[in-house]
């Protein structure tokens, strides 16, 4: 079985600065495409940043310039750095990957439980 799961999150002020975390566990072959998503009350998830296994990024245009993924393939992990945050950055962060499982050998997305960023003053 796979798991994510996410570390991080909390209460900042506008203008704050967070760090994500996301580390993986379970039978894992592989990895592709790692990201982390968003879901604020009452809207759809939607997506914050992506980054594929040879490092290439996708932002989403609201946090593009502030918010920063990187990943380490060593031990399979990501980070969101989230710089001068705004109070509609308020949201449950999920981290997400698709994963090559070595209990099943096929690939399949799994999601973490999810991490409450809140931005407040």
């Known amino acids: 079985q796979v798991q994510l799961v996410e570390s991080g999150g909390g209460l900042v002020q506008p203008g704050g600065f967070l760090r994500l975390s996301c580390a993986t566990s379970?039978?894992?072959?592989?990895?592709?495409?790692m990201g982390w998503y968003r879901q604020s009350p009452g809207k759809q998830r939607e997506l914050v940043a992506t980054i594929t296994r040879g490092g290439i990024t996708n932002y989403a245009d609201s946090v593009k310039g502030r918010f920063t993924i990187s990943r380490d393939n060593a031990i399979n992990t990501i980070d969101l750095i989230m710089n001068s945050l705004k109070p509609e950055d308020t949201a449950i962060y999920y981290c997400n990957a698709d994963v090559l499982s070595g209990g099943s050998m096929r690939w399949d997305t799994y999601w973490g439980q999810g991490t409450q960023v809140t931005v407040s003053s």
């Open positions: 379970g039978s894992i072959v592989s990895i592709d495409v």
